[in-house]
């Protein structure tokens, strides 16, 4: 067994026993990035300190000193999420050289259970996109065929898990970008419950639909990670304060087999569906009729309003959030004759082209006399999508939906193309929408690329959901 | 010609923190720039507002006091512009569902400034202009406001003052701000346009920006009237603008005209929930509510029945109103004390620089100091020396007057001159045949007499008075 095929839980049981020293697991995941990031470009910079943490937690451990119960396991974090004093580029050139000066909540969090932070991975400019090519730090790699995307936007992290170059990652997720990286990469991806996990910290795209998840190459790790990072911030007054759930304990501990409701909803697996990604779904279905869960077509009818719904929702927030970036406090400026040309120049020259597409966009369903005609509008049909899941998780536990309608694509291949790109996430910007929790799950291989499968639970029901993720992981035999 | 005006007013909280974050909302020259600062106030990446509950108190009892409808369900927004004062590119304020609207303030005639709202919004940093070269500190990013929008209600400059006036009396009342124009605690814009007499269609507005006084809200809106009234008598149009208040030519000066002017693209504010606002909030907060500005002038007119100057001088500071009832409820004579805070005591706390407030004068050191003049037993210059003196060291004027030998005689200054006219017949003699500078001889006799303490105006009046006797006796 290698080091990397060690759980999060196993590794604090064998440091806690004195059995693995945390220098050990880190030197480890420092010589995967040494041999794969070169190609896979899945980080945009590495935690130079790390392997002088982990020394420093040996020592602790020499000195018979008790350690946090996760000390020394390295973990991947997305870079649009702020370490303190640790670079945050969002893969941008306007943010290149710029020092965060806090911690994310979550980063908080997980840095009091002992975790370390190995890396920054690459995205998206700003997380807007589907494929990882919008990156100033050029495209992340699919581990799996260096030819292919990673997806987006979390695609570093997605790539660094799935390349065993860290224990785990954090990714965002604003219409997809934890689960389609995921499920182009065959790793898990959980968006959690809007407002189940603190976005304080995390440098806003959308901020209505952005969410903090974990990746990792086992369920486990899934629910580890988000009993940590979950729960109600006094910084971010969208959090809820729903009480956590120990997910790992009720997800191990409670080993009574249970009872599944699914509902696939017809939107979804209709036209559009690539027949390379039908066929090892179905066959997992056929696994879940097998063990007698009620499995039944559904409808979900405002399907169709939520690509443009998302778009316009998403673009408009961006084009507010991104206004900061101004050359004035922080970032990068291009010097002009007065302030507006400052601002012009310094706006045009570092965000890329797909940030200023957004931008303009949402600048304009914002604007006077379009703002009743696109903004409401999409958050009319907001509610309707939120009330056709509502309906559905009356009888349902579960949504179950391809997390994407293809297969990887090659890198190049849709980047001109920004319509084909934005359909990426066709079945993975409703759950955002309504704010629903959702798990990509990898089901299988075709033509020897990943495909997974997009699990929508009920709100805060990521207990439930990690459940039927583990039961999935130990029992489906692709 | 007509004159319409409306102002939007922006009242700055003395909140201990600021509005998003827990930053200390102090900005005063005092404090070094950039040190109450953090990654909220000054809009790092992934920073996040999270709303302070004492603004919405401060928000609702200024609603409450000018009789605004509360909405049950209030937003933020943002407000969507670049300036290097302004951390986010956007200010969080309120658009759609602001804290209140409507309510009034009554002017003293009985109009009332009908409001159309009163929302909530966040401060920007300040811009420093040193040597071509242009510094931001973000201490007043932050700093809680309110804004209070009144309609088109406004029919002349003095109104507009009045209507300030009174807006900042009832804030400090409430001691919600300090309200104070010069220091930019009290900012205002005016929206202004004329039209013929009589004349239903309200004229093209202009709005000035910039008035930072009381006096020049009245020069800039006169000088604006002006302007707009001869455009029109020259047969032409006012065009829409905003226009900039210049201090020093005490002018309105184009600053920018409606094609120019922004798109906020005002939207929801995703990162802050919809506050729901309950009675229970309301009703707790009412207990803060004071007798209003206006309402205490009235009372004083008719209770005390005080002047309406005196009156309205009172009424303009709550501490000086508050000193008043509790001297006149001590020794009664409402006028007459009205008249000592009104005019010694101003005048005292002018000479000496410090408001009433800062005095070491308390309203029972006050009264028994009243006391002693209005028994008789100390003269009014005895009276307005120690006044001064127990301003500065809080000394209790029964135990100066008793230690220091000040009171008059019994019966007051007439034994006094009776007795020293009797002792100087000669001299009156003198006087009545036409000497009359004699006067001052027997002042000086009074005064050596009380070892300085009697008032020389009074003695004067006295001599005058009981000399016309004797002379009259004489003849």
Known sequence: ?478 | MDVVIGLEVHVQLKTKSKIFCTCSAEYTKDVPPNTHICEVCTGQPGALPVFNKKVLEYGILLALATRGKINAVIRFERKNYFYPDLPKSYQISQYRAPLSLGGYIELKSGKKIRLERIHMEEDAGKLIHVAGETFIDFNRAGVPLLEIVTKPDISSPEEAVEFLMLLRETVRYLGISDGDMEEGSLRCDANISVKPEGQKELGTKVEIKNINSFKFVKRALEFEIERQTELLREGGKVVQETRLFNESKGITESMRTKEEAHDYRYFPDPDLVPIEINEDLIEEVKKGLVELPIEKYRRFIRDYGLTEERANILKSDLYLANFFEETVKKIGQPEKVANWLTVEITGISRELGIELKDSKLAPERFSALLGLLFEGRISRAVAKKLLKRIYETGEDPLEIVEKEGLTQSEGGLEPLVQKILEAHSEQVRQYCKGKEKLISFFIGQAMRETRGTADPVELKKMFEEKLKDACKSMD
């Not at chain 1, 370490?83 to 979550?106: F, N, P, Q």
């Not at chain 1, 790793?187 to 209505?208: D, E, H, N, Q």
């Not at chain 1, 302030?339 to 706006?347: A, K, L």
Request: proline share 5%; glycine share 8%.
């Open chain 1, 1 to 478: 067994m290698k080091i990397e095929d060690f759980s999060i839980f196993e590794f604090s049981y064998l440091v806690k026993k004195r059995q693995i020293r945390p220098s050990i697991i880190v030197e480890h995941y420092l010589k995967n990035i040494e041999e794969k990031n070169d190609e896979l470009n899945a980080f945009i910079s590495i935690n130079e300190n790390v392997l002088d943490e982990a020394k420093e937690l040996d020592a602790r451990l020499d000195r018979g000193e008790e350690l946090p119960v996760y000390a020394g396991i390295p973990l991947a974090i997305k870079d649009n999420i702020n370490i303190d004093g640790m670079e945050t580029t969002c893969a941008s050139e306007i943010l290149r050289g710029y020092k965060a000066t806090y911690d994310a909540t979550v980063i908080k969090k997980l840095r009091e259970k002992g975790f370390l932070f190995i890396g920054k991975t690459n995205l998206d400019e700003f997380a807007m996109g589907s494929s990882t090519e919008f990156s100033a730090f050029g495209p992340s790699r699919n581990p799996y065929n260096p030819e292919y995307v990673t997806g987006g936007s979390s695609g570093g992290s997605a790539a660094a898990v799935a390349a065993k170059m860290a224990q785990a990652a954090l990714g965002s997720d604003t219409g997809g970008s934890i689960r389609l990286p995921a499920s182009f990469c065959g790793v898990y991806g959980l968006k959690p419950t809007y407002g189940r996990v603190s976005r304080f910290g995390l440098v806003a795209y959308a901020s209505s639909l952005d969410q903090i998840g974990p990746l990792a190459r086992n369920v486990e790790d899934i629910a580890i990670l988000l009993s940590i990072i979950a729960g109600w911030d006094s910084k971010d007054s969208t959090t809820s304060n729903m009480p956590v759930s120990d997910y790992f304990e009720y997800v191990f501990e409670n080993r009574k087999k249970e009872e599944y409701r699914i509902a696939l909803p017809e939107e979804y697996w209709g036209e559009g569906l690539d027949e390379k990604v039908r066929e090892p779904l179905e066959e997992f279905i056929g696994f879940l009729k097998m063990n007698r869960f009620k499995v039944e077509r559904v409808s979900l009818p405002h399907t169709r309003y939520a690509i443009p719904a998302y778009y316009i929702i998403a673009t408009a927030e961006a084009s507010s959030n991104l206004g900061r970036f101004d050359g004035v406090r922080y970032g990068r400026r291009k010097m002009g004759r007065n302030f507006r040309e400052m601002i012009e120049n310094t706006r045009g020259e570092f965000f890329g082209e797909e940030v200023k597409r957004r931008i303009l966009l949402g600048t304009f369903a914002l604007s006077t006399g379009y703002y009743e005609d696109y903004y409401l509008k999409a958050q009319k049909a907001r509610t309707l999508i939120i009330n056709d899941f509502k309906n559905i998780f009356r009888e349902f536990d579960f949504v179950l939906a391809p997390t994407s309608p293809t297969l990887p694509f090659k890198i190049g291949e849709k980047i001109d193309d920004p319509l084909k790109m934005y359909l990426s996430d066709i079945y993975t910007v409703s759950p955002n929408l309504a704010g629903l929790p959702a798990l990509n799950i990898p089901v299988g291989t075709s033509d020897g690329l990943p495909v997974g499968i997009q699990l929508i639970g009920n709100y805060f029901s990521e207990n439930r959901m990690l459940k039927f993720a583990y039961f999935v992981e130990k029992e489906y035999r692709r």
